[in-house]
């Protein structure tokens, strides 16, 4: 299994660090269209979301940059800051925009579920919840991650198929 996530990897990353930050670029330039435009609640979740996925493609980009496991796992943790909720924050913005409601609970509890996931991540080091080990190696002068998934993957997995 590591020695074919390691050819994967060798595989993807011949170009994505040009593709990443054209993303970070897309995702900056909408995010300072969306603060031109006059605030509403619509306006407010497409920005929050947005600046979410700024975060996530940011982290992502420093990821790919990487040169030792230190910068790759800062570069994880600042990727989760946007990858854990720009979902859910999404969903709000479509429930907002097509005037649907959603139970409070459940609101909550996607939140919650975010934000345990959001933990797990931060403190992969002290616990096994989201990864259940986490081993790096050099490909073309890169740090690669492989990743173990834990439990919290696949909650967070299940709750953004649902």
Not at 10 to 24: A, D, Y
Not at 106 to 129: H, N, P, Q, R, S
Request: glycine share 6%; proline share 1%.
């Amino acid at each position: 299994m590591r020695d074919e996530h390691i050819a994967f990897m060798e595989t993807i990353s011949k170009g994505p660090v040009i593709f990443q930050l054209c993303m970070v670029l897309i995702c900056g330039i909408f995010v300072l269209m969306l603060l031109s435009k006059k605030v509403n609640d619509v306006i407010q979740w497409l920005l929050l979301a947005s600046g979410l996925a700024l975060i996530q493609n940011a982290g992502y980009f420093f990821l790919l940059q990487s040169q030792n496991l230190n910068e790759a796992s800062i570069a994880l943790k600042v990727e989760y800051i946007g990858a854990s909720y720009v979902s859910t924050v999404f969903l709000f913005f479509v429930l907002v925009y097509c005037n649907k409601q959603m139970p409070r609970g459940i609101k909550w509890g996607m939140i919650a579920i975010d934000t345990c996931m959001l933990l797990g991540v931060w403190m992969w080091e002290y616990t096994a919840l989201y990864y259940t080990s986490v081993e790096y190696c050099i490909v073309r002068d890169t740090v690669k991650l492989v990743l173990g998934r834990g439990i919290l993957y696949y909650i967070g997995i299940f709750k953004i198929v649902v």
